[in-house]
């Protein structure tokens, strides 16, 4: 092993990579600590930093991790990932530990920036954070384009574990700089064109919005940075055009004049017009259905689809309805949008229906009054119950036949502490 790393670092073009690539895949796929074998990790650091130097050094780099750790998210070797990211978090900590500012380029500055792209996941984001201790670096071009690739690719990740690392506390915090912190276009660390930065920004954004379910309180730990959302907002992007209707909604911006703020930015341009004029005809829907009236109790033939729940909604006076049975119908989260009409919604039974995470998060951000719920045998996940931890109102609820995990409902136990009854059964926490 001694040899074949001397021999890939003194002369990689003339080590026998193709030879070498089995046992560095060993390596990855079986070592359990690198802390007890430093060599294997210098030796697999070694071999990547061989395969850059050829004239197609990328392709056969992002080759190489596809074949070791899979082309999927999921690797086959539980290893792999783990050990990838120790053998690039090593490199580029030990470069950026002791840098002098400001930051001055080098040659061996292109091997380590290689180790980037064989991350993957939310090891994108520690490997971030490593290179980031030397913040001075990230004004310099070479290091802006690698990094650009490393946030597009955790904007893009579907998968909370990868998200759930940037926490408000972390996007507040300014050394090492959050990934929204560093493309924050109002004040930007990364040099890069504005136009790329609003892109950039807001398709994280976008993916934060839609992770974990957590809109609201996200939103919250982001009101200082209202300047941001207008300047991606009037680039029409529809994440920040979101954003800043949420934050009216929600009464998140505070003062007058913030609130005057959000709503020329969202005038300003054709998109943000429409966005504007659907959230005033959802508040003025809203008012007409508090001040009519109506029954307190309804429940809904089988046959019901979310065409008939829209209809009826905007046809009838349905201020006070309180009690509301949409079982064994046919509606879908489609129907979320117009139950979050009714304000004085406190039971809601979904039995049976096709109701899923992205209806559960509208209800539980739009409906705080909620006491019942019945979400027995609809294909709700735990990224849609864990949305539920904000309905402190919540009394009785019905998760029984759902893909509910034991960890998920532990975390909802923990944050509703008033819920009094619940039914589990048929499910991993059961």
């Known amino acids: 092993m001694f040899v074949a790393a001397r021999l890939c670092r003194r002369r990689p073009r003339a080590a026998p990579l193709p030879a070498l690539a089995p046992p560095v895949r060993r390596v990855l796929t079986r070592n359990v600590d690198f802390g007890k074998a430093p060599s294997a990790r210098q030796f697999v650091r070694d071999y990547i930093s061989a395969l850059s130097c050829h004239n197609s050094g990328d392709q056969l780099v992002r080759r190489f991790v596809e074949v070791t ?19 690039a978090l090593a490199a580029i900590d030990d470069h950026y530990r002791d840098k002098p500012k400001p930051h001055v380029c080098d040659e061996s500055e292109y091997e380590v920036l290689l180790c980037v ?19 001075s670096a990230m004004s310099c071009p070479r ?19 990868c998200h ?28 890069l064109p504005q136009e790329q930065l609003c892109k950039l920004w807001g398709d994280m954004l976008k993916s934060l919005l839609n992770c974990c379910c957590k809109r609201k309180s996200f939103l ?31 009464e998140v911006a505070s003062g007058e ?21 659907d959230l005033c005809e959802r508040q003025q829907t809203l008012q007409r259905l508090q001040s009519q009236g ?35 119908t046919s509606v879908t989260s489609e129907c979320a949008q117009h139950l979050i009409k009714l304000p004085s919604l406190r039971y809601l039974n979904l039995w049976a229906t096709k109701f899923g995470d992205s209806g559960v998060q509208l209800i539980a951000e739009h409906l705080p009054r909620l006491q019942v719920l019945n979400l027995c045998e609809t294909p709700v996940s735990d990224k849609g119950i864990e949305a539920l931890s904000g309905l402190s109102s919540l009394r009785r609820l019905n998760l029984n036949s759902t893909k509910l995990s034991a960890e998920a409902f532990q975390v909802l136990r923990q944050r509703l502490p008033h819920l009094q009854e619940y039914d589990i059964r048929y499910t991993e926490a059961w």
Not at 75 to 83: E, L, S
Not at 117 to 135: I, K, P, Q
Not at 165 to 188: E, F, G, T
Not at 261 to 276: D, S
């Open 257 to 277: 004049q913030t609130q005057l703020e959000i709503i020329a930015a969202l005038q300003g341009t054709e998109l943000g017009q429409k966005y504007y004029k």
């Open 143 to 161: 290091i802006c384009a690698r990094l650009c690739t490393v946030l597009e690719r955790l904007s893009r990740d579907p998968r909370c574990a």
């Open 294 to 328: 109506g029954p307190r109790r309804l429940a809904l033939p089988v046959r019901a689809t979310d065409a008939d729940v829209a209809a009826l909604l905007e046809a009838g006076a349905l201020g006070n309805l309180e009690c509301l049975s949409l079982a064994f």
């Open 164 to 191: 759930g690392c940037v926490s408000p506390a972390r996007a507040a915090r300014p050394s090492p700089p959050s990934w929204l912190r560093a493309s924050a276009p109002s004040d930007p660390i990364l040099a």
């Open 117 to 135: 792209n064989t991350t993957t996941g939310w090891w994108l984001w520690e490997a971030y954070s490593n290179l980031c201790r030397c913040v």
């Open 69 to 87: 750790h899979g082309s999927r998210a999921l690797c086959p070797h539980p290893r792999a990932a783990p050990n990838l990211a120790a053998v």
């Open 220 to 250: 919250q730990a982001m009101s200082k940075h209202v300047p941001d959302f207008v300047i991606v907002a009037l680039t029409e992007h529809p994440a920040a055009l979101e954003a800043l209707c949420l934050m009216l909604e929600w």
